[in-house]
């Protein structure tokens, strides 16, 4: 099954997403600019959200990091090895994904990388493995990280985490295989024109009392970036290749329907961190559309706001304007679809005339989608 989700949510003031300047990061779609929000920073915002970790369990979920070298250490001390082989291994597992195999300087691996609790202890075992067969910290210290490296088995059948399962894993070391991606995401882009705004600020030294041209003025002035957008999110999920990415895993199917309901919610209810304390620009969507397929054609809507929308309201122009341009698809293509389902706010009745079902509330679509995959 694919599952397609399309969602509308509008933003007040926010820098959510910043470039190298730290200004919020944007595009130019249909000849206008547009507010952006890269697909590296929406799928950090929800597999990282509290509601994803409370739902899916922080057991199914893994750790991207160059801090190989620390987990791998502090999992041969529980194992029960010395502490002064463990110190004295440690800098070689650095060297861990890199043809070279070099230690580096700072003691973590060239490359971050996303493991799976299994993958930390099959490196760990490998590594423990070795060290009984030294006689001396000496010993130790001549053992090289590509050899510690080859040790490490099992990685064609190994489980993995349900981030990785989604999310994907290349990786440049026989010792963690490659996963290829359940999950698509493309990056969020406005519904309207954007236009970059820049917010001034002073910080005022509270024991300032202004009593003398030395007391008086600020003690910081700066400044930031900041835009207001509607933006249109888009991706794909195809169940299939989770449940082919989790086939070592314990309980595949139980964990592929938590995540399809834990992954709605977390695209709904979750919002990319950049700059939340100085804008608090938490929002819910004000429409959420998702589309089920055997026929595997993935579609994304996002031509229905080649031109930006403008007026008024451009949340109701958006919703408007993503319900014509689902029709327009199912005229044009009729590409066969399982189930559309569809929900926006009451405030907007609005809806596709190609929907299969439309729901008063959030929660009915979830379980809906959830219902479809079952």
């Given at each position: 099954?694919?599952?397609?989700?399309?969602?509308?949510?509008?933003?007040?003031?926010?820098?959510?997403?910043?470039?190298?300047?730290?200004?919020?990061?944007?595009?130019?779609?249909?000849?206008?600019?547009?507010?952006?929000?890269?697909?590296?920073?929406?799928?950090?915002?929800?597999?990282?959200?509290?509601?994803?970790?409370?739902?899916?369990?922080?057991?199914?979920?893994?750790?991207?990091?160059?801090?190989?070298?620390?987990?791998?250490?502090?999992?041969?001390?529980?194992?029960?090895?010395?502490?002064?082989?463990?110190?004295?291994?440690?800098?070689?597992?650095?060297?861990?994904?890199?043809?070279?195999?070099?230690?580096?300087?700072?003691?973590?691996?060239?490359?971050?990388?996303?493991?799976?609790?299994?993958?930390?202890?099959?490196?760990?075992?490998?590594?423990?493995?070795?060290l009984e067969a030294c006689d001396s910290v000496k010993?130790?210290?001549?053992?090289?990280?590509?050899?510690?490296?080859?040790?490490?088995?099992?990685?064609?059948?190994?489980?993995?985490?349900?981030?990785?399962?989604?999310?994907?894993?290349?990786?440049?070391?026989?010792?963690?295989?490659?996963?290829?991606?359940?999950?698509?995401?493309?990056?969020?882009?406005?519904?309207?024109?954007?236009?970059?705004?820049?917010?001034?600020?002073?910080?005022?030294?509270?024991?300032?009392?202004?009593?003398?041209?030395?007391?008086?003025?600020?003690?910081?002035?700066?400044?930031?970036?900041?835009?207001?957008?509607?933006?249109?999110?888009?991706?794909?999920?195809?169940?299939?290749?989770?449940?082919?990415?989790?086939?070592?895993?314990?309980?595949?199917?139980q964990i592929v329907r938590k995540a399809l309901t834990?992954?709605?919610?977390?695209?709904?209810?979750?919002?990319?961190?950049?700059?939340?304390?100085?804008?608090?620009?938490?929002?819910?969507?004000?429409?959420?559309?998702?589309?089920?397929?055997?026929?595997?054609?993935?579609?994304?809507?996002?031509?229905?706001?080649?031109?930006?929308?403008?007026?008024?309201?451009?949340?109701?122009?958006?919703?408007?304007?993503?319900?014509?341009?689902?029709?327009?698809?199912?005229?044009?293509?009729?590409?066969?679809?399982?189930?559309?389902?569809?929900?926006?706010?009451?405030?907007?009745?609005?809806?596709?005339?190609?929907?299969?079902?439309?729901?008063?509330?959030?929660?009915?679509?979830?379980?809906?989608?959830?219902?479809?995959?079952?």
């Amino acid at each position: 099954m694919l599952y397609e989700i399309h969602m509308l949510k509008n933003y007040p003031p926010t820098n959510l997403n910043r470039d190298d300047t730290g200004a919020p990061k944007t595009c130019v779609f249909g000849g206008t600019t547009r507010g952006r929000v890269s697909s590296q920073c929406l799928k950090r915002s929800w597999r990282t959200s509290a509601l994803f970790k409370s739902e899916i369990g922080e057991e199914n979920l893994g750790i991207r990091t160059r801090n190989l070298p620390a987990l791998v250490a502090d999992k041969l001390l529980e194992l029960g090895v010395s502490a002064e082989y463990v110190d004295a291994v440690r800098p070689k597992i650095s060297g861990f994904g890199n043809k070279e195999g070099k230690e580096t300087a700072n003691g973590k691996t060239g490359q971050i990388m996303f493991f799976a609790p299994q993958d930390i202890e099959a490196a760990a075992l490998a590594v423990k493995e070795k060290l009984e067969a030294c006689d001396s910290v000496k010993e130790v210290g001549k053992l090289k990280a590509k050899e510690l490296e080859a040790a490490i088995s099992g990685a064609s059948i190994r489980p993995i985490t349900l981030d990785i399962a989604l999310f994907g894993r290349m990786v440049t070391s026989d010792a963690f295989r490659d996963v290829e991606a359940a999950m698509q995401v493309a990056h969020a882009i406005s519904t309207n024109k954007v236009l970059v705004e820049s917010d001034y600020f002073t910080a005022m030294d509270d024991l300032l009392k202004g009593e003398t041209t030395e007391e008086k003025g600020a003690a910081m002035i700066e400044d930031t970036d900041y835009n207001a957008s509607c933006y249109y999110l888009y991706a794909s999920l195809d169940t299939d290749i989770l449940m082919d990415n989790l086939k070592y895993s314990a309980d595949a199917g139980q964990i592929v329907r938590k995540a399809l309901t834990a992954l709605l919610r977390a695209m709904a209810f979750t919002d990319p961190s950049g700059k939340q304390n100085s804008f608090a620009g938490h929002v819910l969507p004000s429409a959420f559309m998702v589309e089920c397929k055997t026929h595997k054609v993935p579609t994304s809507m996002v031509n229905a706001f080649v031109r930006p929308v403008s007026g008024a309201d451009s949340v109701e122009e958006s919703i408007r304007r993503l319900a014509a341009e689902t029709d327009m698809m199912a005229r044009n293509f009729a590409l066969p679809v399982e189930e559309r389902l569809w929900f926006c706010v009451d405030k907007y009745a609005v809806k596709p005339e190609s929907a299969t079902k439309v729901f008063a509330t959030f929660p009915e679509l979830v379980e809906a989608a959830a219902a479809a995959l079952q």
